[in-house]
Structure formats: structure tokens, C-alpha cells
């Protein structure tokens, strides 16, 4: 059994420590910390948000690919779905516009997902940065 430190001996250990001794636990305290603050916010960032996004992208990417599909569907269209009556000239002009709406919503999507996903790339190397800092 290993020799128990006397109480005595453990508390004057703790009394003969200078400011200096006192002050480089708390920044080791602090170094642990944070570094296990950072790589929790790295591997979070890896495994869950980016390949979130990914797929995201990737339904954001399938639902353009259909919106320009049925852009120009609506090119010929010139009867009403499941109908034989025709569309007006306003009707088709409406119809072609509504079409190319959802175009630009869905690159608008796309846009916005893939720079969602360059910014957290970079909070990535940014917190990667700071872990090299502590090291």
C-alpha cells in the first residue's frame, strides 16, 4: 500500500507554494479547459454542422434541378395541368414567371447554404488556430 501523506504535510505543501505556483495552476486550469472547450467545438462542427449542411445542399441542389425542370415544361405548356383548356396569354406568362420564381428561390438557397458552410469551415480553422495557440 502506497504511504499516505499526513494532513499536516499536504496542507503545509499547499501553504509553501508562491504566488507564481498559484498563479500556473490556474493557468494550466485554464489551458485544460479550454482546450477541451475547443476540440468539442471543433468535433461538433465537423460531425454535426457541416455534414447537416451537406445535405441540405444537396436537397437544395436536387429541388433547383427540378424547378428548372419544370421551367421548361412551362415553355410548351399551354394547356392547364389535367385540362384541355389553354392557358391565356396572361396564364402562360404567369405560369412561365411563377416557374422561374422558384428558380431563383432555390439558387437563393443554394447560395445561402453554401456560404453557411465556408463560414463554419473557417470558424473551424479559426478554433483549430486558437488550440495551436495553447499548445
Known amino acids: 500500500m502506497p504511504k499516505k501523506i499526513s494532513f499536516l504535510n499536504r496542507v503545509k505543501t499547499e501553504l509553501n507554494k508562491t504566488d507564481a505556483d498559484l498563479q500556473l495552476e490556474q493557468v494550466q486550469d485554464f489551458q485544460e479547459d479550454t482546450l477541451l472547450l475547443l476540440e468539442g467545438e471543433i468535433m461538433s462542427r465537423k460531425t454535426i454542422t ?15 434541378d427540378k424547378a428548372k425542370l419544370r421551367y421548361e415544361k412551362t415553355a410548351t405548356a399551354v394547356f392547364k395541368p389535367g385540362s384541355t383548356d389553354p392557358y391565356t396569354p ?13 428558380i431563383t428561390d432555390a439558387l437563393s438557397l443554394v447560395t445561402s447554404l453554401e456560404r453557411k458552410i465556408d463560414e463554419i469551415e473557417g470558424e473551424i480553422i479559426t478554433l483549430e488556430t486558437f488550440k495551436e495557440d495553447l499548445i
Open 50 to 64: 457541416i455534414p447537416q449542411l451537406k445535405l441540405e445542399l444537396d436537397r437544395a441542389l436536387r429541388a433547383l
Open 90 to 102: 396572361l396564364g402562360y406568362i404567369s405560369n412561365r414567371k411563377d416557374a422561374l420564381d422558384v
